[in-house]
């Protein structure tokens, strides 16, 4: 059985750092892209960060760029985002999401999803 488990969500003061993870296990998604997308209350679920399988290029959501940073580590299984600056808009509910297609560099078609980790951040 395929799982994402994401960790490290909680609540944080603005301009406070926060790093989330996600634990594949089931299988091993280190030639598939993987990621993070977002769901704030009221909002539809937004795309945050992707990782290419090979770890050598990523994209940003607009609202995120230059204040996350994205990696895999492939030996643990798990992506991480690094979240700083953090502001009270970044309040969501944040899903990590693996490709659907082999040797992906975006996250273009999701196949696998966590089941999220609430992030807060107090103003």
């Known amino acids: 059985q395929v799982q994402l488990v994401e960790s490290g969500g909680g609540l944080v003061q603005a301009g406070d750092n926060m790093r989330l993870s996600c634990a594949a296990s089931?299988?091993?998604?280190?030639?598939?892209?993987m990621g993070w997308f977002r769901q704030a209350p009221g909002k539809e679920r937004e795309f945050v960060s992707s990782?290419?399988?090979?770890?050598?290029?990523?994209e940003y959501g607009d609202s995120v760029k230059g204040r996350f940073t994205i990696s895999r580590d492939d030996a643990k299984n798990t992506v991480y985002l690094q979240m700083n600056s953090l502001k009270a808009e970044d309040t969501a509910i944040y899903y990590c999401?693996?490709?659907?297609?082999?040797?992906?560099?975006?996250?273009?078609?999701?196949?696998?999803w966590g089941q999220g980790t609430q992030v807060t951040v107090s103003s």
């Open positions: 990782i290419s399988w090979s770890g050598a290029s990523t």
């Open positions: 999401a693996a490709s659907a297609n082999y040797k992906s560099d975006s996250l273009r078609s999701v196949h696998y």
């Open positions: 089931g299988r091993t998604f280190s030639r598939y892209a």
